[in-house]
């Protein structure tokens, strides 16, 4: 989800651009989303700074008109029975309306997902024999991992890597600072440790 300041820099700008003081410059603007899925991510916040940061908490949220879309089409043209079970049990959880057990995380029904034990289990059951199917790019169209952390990403994307038939072969940025005088204060350990949003790791 966008942080708020994202759509008051826009507002800001339109209204400058088109030297009209009305909202967004007298731009429609139609939005898309969901608040039931993931907040803005704001680094070393807490839960309070993430919903400070949501639409609903900008000025501008009180001009906002809500259309809801009520049909799940990606279900309708899937005309999958397990997919339907499942879009309903994510809008169970997205409305609070599934079962919280004593230790405060909610209860998903068995059929919800698989249980995997491990990471090795987890490439195994999504990429199976990938050492050989790698090379069908439609086979590897049909799957994906995701992950909440990009530490999880690295080690997952590293392990399947390791399983192809080919040597590996490491890539490194550059790692020295241009002024060769702030290499004191920028020392190549340092830079090499950087795991900059937008940007490859160092290896």
């Given at each position: ?52 940061a949501c639409l ?88 994906a991992m995701l ?26 940025y550059i790692d ?28």
């Amino acid at each position: 989800m966008a942080h708020k300041h994202s759509l008051e820099a826009l507002n800001r700008t339109l209204k400058d651009i088109k030297n009209n003081d009305k909202l967004f410059g007298g731009t429609l603007l139609v939005l898309s989303g969901d608040f039931r899925q993931t907040l803005p991510v704001i680094p070393r916040s807490t839960y309070a700074d993430e919903i400070n940061a949501c639409l609903k908490s900008s000025t501008l949220w009180r001009y906002v008109e809500i259309v809801q879309l009520k049909v799940n089409m990606r279900v309708q043209m899937l005309q999958d029975p397990s997919a339907e079970t499942f879009s309903k049990q994510l809008l169970d959880i997205g409305d609070g309306k599934v079962t919280i057990a004593e230790t405060g995380y909610i209860k998903l029904a068995n059929d919800f997902c698989t249980i995997i034990d491990s990471q090795d289990a987890l490439i195994e059951q999504i990429f199976p024999n990938v050492h050989t199917n790698y090379i069908n790019l439609e086979w590897l169209a049909e799957r994906a991992m995701l992950a909440a952390k990009y530490v999880d990403v690295d080690i997952l994307n590293l392990k399947i890597q390791q399983l192809l038939p080919w040597d590996l072969v490491s890539y490194k940025y550059i790692d020295t600072v241009c002024d060769g005088t702030e290499a004191v204060n920028f020392p190549t350990e340092f830079l090499n440790s950087l795991d900059l949003p937008g940007m490859p790791p160092h290896s």
